[in-house]
């Protein structure tokens, strides 16, 4: 069965790039045609989807975050990985990598979660 | 691109059975048998209940149920249970700039 692990600094200062790794086990991530996500979650709030990185390495960005996001992946590393530029406070939330279904309409396997904190 | 629209609560006894509403447009739940529902417990991330409108994942028990009907997607729990206790979010395919949408969340309440 497939895991996910969110690492990375779970506080980060205004204006600064939030980058978090996430680190796959238990299967390849480069096998199958699975697309490999970002979602976040603001405390008390819902949820909301930042991008993801299909098996090919195309890309898809949240648009009123595109202009800020960068969405990487490392094959050797079984590794995919998030960057957030230019953060503000409403940056704080709960941030989840996930694996979306090969149909790329649900996300079907999620990691645990990591708290980013946006504070001077 | 709008969140899907659920009832903030609903709560209901043990051994009774609620329904979630999910309320979007032609757009995402109207247009696609692409909705799905997450089962989130306090500080613990979401799980997949329900895909492709009525497909429960290896493992989901019987007893959560998905439906919809033109906009509206609905999930019904059946023989409620404490451990049912949580918040539930919908999700849609649409066809805006996002490949999917989530709903504005439900939280479940065993009373």
């Known amino acids: 069965q497939v895991q996910l692990q969110e690492s990375g600094p779970g506080l980060v200062k205004p204006s600064q790039t939030l980058s978090l790794t996430c680190t796959v086990s238990?299967?390849?991530?480069?096998?199958?045609?699975?697309?490999w996500s970002w979602i976040r979650q603001p405390a008390g709030k819902g949820l909301e989807w930042i991008g993801r990185?299909?098996?090919?390495?195309?890309?898809n960005y949240n648009p009123s975050l595109k202009s800020r996001v960068t969405i990487s992946v490392d094959t050797s590393k079984n590794q995919f990985s998030l960057k957030l530029s230019s953060v503000t406070a409403a940056d704080t939330a709960v941030y989840y990598c996930?694996?979306?279904?090969?149909?790329?309409?649900?996300?079907?396997?999620w990691g645990q979660g990591t708290l980013v904190t946006v504070s001077s | 691109q709008s969140a899907l629209t659920q009832p903030a609560s609903v709560s209901g006894s043990p051994g009774q059975s609620i329904t979630i509403s999910c309320t979007g447009t032609?757009?995402?739940?109207?247009?696609?048998?692409?909705v799905s529902w997450y089962q989130q417990h306090p500080g613990k991330a979401p799980k997949l209940m329900i895909y492709?409108?009525?497909n429960r994942p290896s493992g989901v028990s019987n007893r959560f149920s998905g439906t919809k009907s033109g906009n509206t997607a609905s999930l019904t729990i059946s023989g409620l249970q404490a451990e049912d206790e949580a918040d539930y979010y919908c999700?849609?395919?649409?066809?805006?700039?996002?490949?999917?949408?989530f709903g504005t969340g439900t939280k479940v309440t065993v009373l």
């Open positions: 492709e409108v009525t």
């Open positions: 238990g299967g390849s991530i480069s096998s199958g045609s699975y697309y």
């Open positions: 999700s849609s395919y649409t066809s805006s700039s996002t490949p999917y949408v």
């Open positions: 990185i299909y098996t090919s390495g195309s890309t």
């Open positions: 032609s757009s995402d739940v109207g247009g696609y048998n692409y």
């Open positions: 996930a694996r979306e279904a090969t149909t790329g309409t649900h996300v079907d396997f």
